[in-house]
């Protein structure tokens, strides 16, 4: 048996030495400021776990908690679905195909401070087309003062973001299918929609896999969208994660809490990830 040539890996290596310093040496200053209290540049005292009780026991954190969880689970809700939908509906051939793939990826396009900005005029109850609209129906929209206006419009504008990576990733999922599937189904005489449940959504699994995970891991760390569009008000309603570190480290400069919460902030990240990827590795 001939052996199996390794030396390839040797190509690798540097690449993954880069990555590994590159996220490494940050995580580990991070874990050390998480036990220290930082006097001066000079002076620190170690604490131990007195930041994790702190910060694991503020009723703010908890807020926030609560808040990003029930966010990052409506956008996922929402995003999935629509995301499917848009793919089943786009052509699969001819330059139809390559304009609207070139539509959908404009909003991926848009940096993240644009798309708040976009949104904070689109959405204004005087002069945006959003606000103006939904008042003359009607309703009374401010997203400026009604915490459930604001939260609302963070979920829109999010949905509105990112939908289409969710579209795109099926639309390559569902141009993957071999023709064998569907002209097999169709000589049995399927349904459009036994086609979707029997064919195109097992096959489909594995894209969608990655699609809940990318887009849960982002939507737990957003910051800059809702940052620009509200500022994490009215009140604390639009308030998340990413921006009560914020507040802690830049705003209160407690580098010793701010540390032991991006500790805590990476490791919830990475269990909740843990735990989607272990249940849909198991389903399938």
């Known amino acids: 048996m001939k052996p199996t040539n390794q030396r390839a890996w040797f190509l690798v290596v540097p690449v993954v030495a880069m990555v590994a310093f590159s996220a490494v040496v940050p995580l580990m200053t991070v874990v050390n400021y998480s036990v220290q209290d930082i006097l001066s540049p000079e002076q620190r ?159 489909l699994k594995g894209v969608l896999t990655i699609a809940i995970l990318l887009r849960f891991m982002d939507s737990f760390m957003i910051y800059t969208e809702p940052f620009v569009l509200t500022g994490g008000g009215p009140g604390n309603s639009t308030t998340f994660l990413s921006q009560y570190l914020t507040r802690l480290a830049v705003g209160q400069f407690d580098l010793g809490p701010a540390s032991a919460f991006s500790i805590v902030y990476f490791l919830v990240i990475l269990s909740f990830s843990y735990v989607f990827y272990t249940a849909m590795n198991r389903e399938q």
């Not at 929209?141 to 990576?165: I, K, S």
């Not at 169709?186 to 064919?199: E, M, Q």
Request: proline content about 6%; glycine content about 8%; aromatic content about 14%.
């Open 45 to 203: 005292v170690f604490v131990g776990s007195e930041w994790y009780h702190k910060v694991l026991n503020d009723p703010e954190l908890h807020g926030a908690l609560l808040r990003q969880i029930l966010f990052s689970f409506v956008v996922l809700f929402l995003e999935l679905p629509l995301g499917v939908g848009v793919a089943l509906c786009m052509p699969l051939t001819g330059i139809r195909a390559s304009l609207t793939l070139i539509t959908l990826a404009i909003p991926l396009l848009i940096p993240w401070n644009v798309v708040g900005t976009i949104w904070q005029i689109f959405a204004r109850g005087d002069i945006g087309l959003l606000g103006v609209a939904v008042n003359k129906l009607g309703f009374v929209y401010n997203y400026t003062a009604d915490p459930v206006a604001a939260w609302l419009t963070v979920v829109v504008m999010d949905v509105w973001h990112w939908t289409p990576l969710v579209a795109l990733l099926a639309y390559a999922g569902l141009r993957a299918i071999p023709d064998a599937y569907y002209q097999a189904a169709h000589i049995d005489g399927a349904s459009r929609f036994a086609i979707f449940r029997y064919i195109e959504l097992p096959k």
